[in-house]
């Protein structure tokens, strides 16, 4: 049961265009969403995360929207550089259950210069 | 502040043994999450360690267990090895103390080979 999922394994990108991830989720009791960058053999880098009650949240370059109805959450990559090549997870916790992360399966983003 | 140490790096066992991995969290942060990344089933959590205790647990054996120490340090044991086992193993650690949204910082993992 994959309550967590990427639909996308992969994504290419210009660099200078804008990246969309986009990740679904289907427990109703999640409450906290994370987006971590990874590259391969090491450990995941945390980017940005959004609480429910919120429906966007911005840092930088990284955006995340999120929409409870639709569950369904994206994070936006503007502008899209080559640095920003690896996979990315997105990641979810249910109320009271913060130790506890679901994550999908990933999306590899290539950047090309 | 120094970030989430792990240790061995790399460990290379055989079928049958047994294997203790250890985590150092981040100075102050008393929650020290488990993973455990394979190519098939991606990231999954294993256990959860707040104030010595197991707070969560995910859907794996009782081979793998855990514990937390008074300083927060955690290790992770898995006995009676199995080729399956070979992954990558990730700590994460996280202040602990709000219900739900505390960011957790990872480790850099121990990748540990079962032959």
């Known amino acids: 049961d994959q309550q967590v999922k990427q639909n996308s394994p992969s994504l290419s990108v210009q660099e200078g265009r804008i990246s969309i991830l986009n990740c679904d989720y289907t427990?109703?009791?999640?409450?906290?969403f994370l987006w971590y960058k990874k590259y391969p053999a090491e450990g995941p880098t945390f980017l940005i995360s959004?609480?429910?009650?919120?429906d966007k949240n911005e840092d930088g370059r990284f955006t995340v929207f999120l929409n409870k109805s639709a569950k369904h959450l994206s994070l936006h990559i503007v502008p899209s550089q080559p640095g920003d090549s690896a996979v990315y997870f997105c990641?979810?916790?249910?109320?009271?259950?913060?130790?506890?992360?679901?994550f999908g399966q990933g999306t590899e983003l290539s950047v090309k210069p | 502040k120094a970030g989430v140490t792990q240790t061995p790096r790399y460990l290379i066992k055989t079928r049958g043994q047994q294997v203790t991995l250890s985590c150092s969290p981040i100075s102050g942060h008393r929650s020290v999450s488990w993973y455990q990344q394979t190519p098939g089933q991606g990231l999954q959590f294993l256990f959860e360690?707040?104030?010595?205790?197991?707070?969560n647990k995910g859907n794996f054996p009782g081979r793998f267990s855990g514990r937390q120490f008074s300083n927060s340090r955690s290790e992770m044991n898995v006995s009676t090895l199995e080729l399956g086992d070979s992954a990558l193993y990730l700590c994460?650690?996280?202040?602990?103390?709000?219900?739900?949204?505390?960011?957790?910082?990872f480790g850099p993992g121990t990748r540990l080979t079962v032959l």
């Open positions: 990641a979810a916790s249910a109320y009271n259950q913060g130790g506890k992360l679901i």
């Open positions: 427990n109703s009791m999640f409450d906290y």
């Open positions: 959004i609480s429910s009650i919120k």
């Open positions: 360690y707040f104030s010595e205790t197991q707070r």
């Open positions: 994460a650690s996280s202040p602990g103390l709000a219900a739900s949204t505390d960011t957790q910082y």
